[in-house]
C-alpha cells in the first residue's frame, strides 16, 4: 500500500514580505504585490513592472561570508526552508543520522542562480573584478546547487534534486517528493521552489516574446489582471515557498499539526511547441484528470481550484478551456482564483506559491480573491472569485500549472479531519 503524505510545515519568502503569515494575509486581504522594477533600471525595456521580494533581511539567513557567494534564489530558500521546518517543528540539528538519511529536499526552479551569474558576468566583463566573486558563479547559478544549499544548511542527507520544467517545477517537484515519501524513498523532504529572476536580460527577452505586460508602467498594481477582456501579459515576481512533506504516520506519531494531505499528482506534455500551450487545452485537462485519478477521487469532490492564471491571452483562455474538459458541467460551479493577479508570476516557484495558497484555503475554509477583474473576457466565464475574497469551506482542492515547453502538471489536497490545524 501506499503511504499517506501530509503536510506539517509552511515558509515564505514573498513579494508582500518574509513568513507565511505576510503571504497569506496578503492574498486573503486582496492587495497587489506588484510596484516599479527596481532591481535593474528599467528604462530600455518595455515592460518596467515587476513583483519583487523587498521587505526582507538576507543577512538573517546566511552567515556574513555567504552573502556575497550565494544568489537571491538559495538565500531565500533557506530563508523559507527554516520557517517551514520551526512550523513543523523540527529540528534537524536534534536529529540522528538515520533519520536525516531519510530525510530529503527536493526543490523546483526554473532559473536557478541566473540573477547571480548575470552580475557576476558583468562585474567581470566590465572590469571590477574586485567587485565579483568569479569562481562562485558557476557553482551558485547552475539550478542544482538549490537544493544543494538548503540541505546542506539543514544537515538533509537524502536524495537533495532539483526540478526544472520551467512554470510547472515546483508542482512537479512537490509531485516527486509525494512519491518519495509514498513509495518509501524518504520519510521527510523539504519541497517547494524557488525563483528569483528580475534580471535585464530575462525581462527583455519576454519583451522580445510578447508575453509581459507593457500597458500598465504607470498603474503597476493593476498590471497582473487574468482572464480580463484587457490584459496583456503576465507580470514577472520572484520569491520562494517551502513546506515539510512527511509521511502521515511519523507526523502523527510525533504529535505533529497537519495542515492537510497530499492525495494526488498529475502531469502531462502537450508537445507542441515551446512557448506556446495547445489551444484546445486537452493536454491540461488530461494533467488535471490524471491528479484526479492518482488521488482516487471524483471531479464532483473538488470545490477550488488554485488556477494557473498569468494574466497571458492565450493562457487564461486556454486553462479556462481545460477546466472545462477536465470537469465538463461541474466546471461552472467551481470556485477558482488566480494568486499571480496578486503577486504576478514567480517562474518555477508558481506552483509552490499557488499550492501554499491552496493550503490556506482548506486550512481557513477562505477563498482568496482574482484582484483587478474589471473587464471579462467572454472566453473566460468560470468563477474566478472576482475581487473578494471568500468564506467557503474546502475539503478538497486543487492546484493546476502551465509550463514553457507544453508541460502540465496539478496536485490535489484534502482535509486532514482527525486532526485539523
Not at 88 to 109: H, M, N, Q, S, Y
Not at 138 to 151: I, K
Not at 187 to 213: F, H, L, N
Request: glycine share 10%.
Amino acid at each position: 500500500m501506499r503511504r499517506r503524505v501530509v503536510i506539517t510545515g509552511v515558509g515564505a519568502i514573498s513579494p508582500f514580505g518574509e513568513g507565511r503569515e505576510k503571504y497569506w494575509d496578503g492574498l486573503r486581504n486582496g492587495r497587489s504585490a506588484v510596484g516599479p522594477i527596481t532591481l535593474f533600471n528599467p528604462e530600455h525595456t518595455n515592460s518596467r513592472v515587476a513583483a519583487e521580494v523587498r521587505d526582507w533581511t538576507p543577512a538573517s539567513h546566511v552567515p556574513e561570508k555567504e552573502l556575497r557567494r550565494l544568489p537571491r534564489v538559495a538565500i531565500m530558500s533557506i530563508g523559507a526552508a527554516r520557517e517551514a521546518l520551526e512550523d513543523a517543528g523540527i529540528d534537524t540539528k536534534a536529529l540522528p543520522v538515520e533519520e536525516l538519511r531519510r530525510f530529503a529536499c527536493i526543490l523546483g526552479t526554473s532559473s536557478g542562480g541566473i540573477e547571480f551569474a548575470e552580475e557576476q558576468y558583468r562585474l567581470w566583463f566590465t572590469g571590477q573584478k574586485e567587485a565579483s566573486c568569479y569562481p562562485f558563479a558557476v557553482s551558485s547559478a547552475f539550478v542544482g546547487m538549490l537544493s544543494s544549499e538548503v540541505s546542506i544548511a539543514f544537515g538533509l542527507r537524502g536524495m537533495s534534486h532539483v526540478v526544472s520544467t520551467g512554470c510547472t517545477s515546483a508542482t512537479d517537484a512537490m509531485g516527486h517528493a509525494l512519491n518519495a515519501i509514498r513509495h518509501g524513498q524518504a520519510d521527510a523532504v523539504v519541497t517547494g521552489g524557488a525563483d528569483c529572476c528580475i534580471t535585464p536580460g530575462i525581462v527583455e527577452c519576454y519583451c522580445k516574446m510578447r508575453c509581459v505586460s507593457t500597458h500598465y508602467n504607470g498603474t503597476p498594481q493593476k498590471a497582473s489582471r487574468p482572464f480580463n477582456a484587457d490584459r496583456d501579459g503576465f507580470v514577472i515576481g520572484e520569491g520562494a515557498w517551502m513546506l515539510v512533506m512527511e509521511e502521515r504516520e511519523r507526523a502523527i506519531r510525533r504529535g505533529a499539526e497537519i495542515y492537510a494531505e497530499v492525495i494526488g499528482y498529475g502531469a502531462t506534455c502537450d508537445a507542441f511547441h515551446r512557448v506556446q500551450i495547445m489551444p484546445n487545452g486537452e493536454e491540461s485537462a488530461r494533467a488535471m484528470t490524471v491528479a484526479l485519478e492518482d488521488a482516487g477521487i471524483t471531479q464532483d469532490r473538488i470545490q477550488y481550484i488554485n488556477l494557473h492564471g498569468t494574466s497571458t491571452p492565450l493562457n487564461d483562455k486556454t486553462e479556462t478551456a481545460a477546466i472545462k474538459l477536465a470537469f465538463d458541467r461541474l466546471a461552472r460551479g467551481l470556485a477558482t482564483s488566480a494568486t499571480k493577479s496578486l503577486i504576478g508570476h514567480p517562474q518555477g516557484a508558481s506552483g509552490a506559491a499557488g499550492l501554499v495558497a491552496t493550503l490556506m484555503a482548506v486550512k481557513d475554509s477562505f477563498i482568496h480573491p482574482t484582484i483587478n477583474y474589471e473587464h471579462p473576457d467572454p472566453e473566460c466565464d468560470l468563477d474566478y472569485v472576482p475581487n473578494q475574497g471568500r468564506v467557503k469551506a474546502v475539503d478538497y482542492a486543487m492546484c493546476n500549472t502551465i509550463a514553457f515547453g507544453s508541460k502540465n502538471a496539478a496536485l490535489v489536497l484534502k482535509r486532514e479531519e482527525e486532526n485539523p490545524r
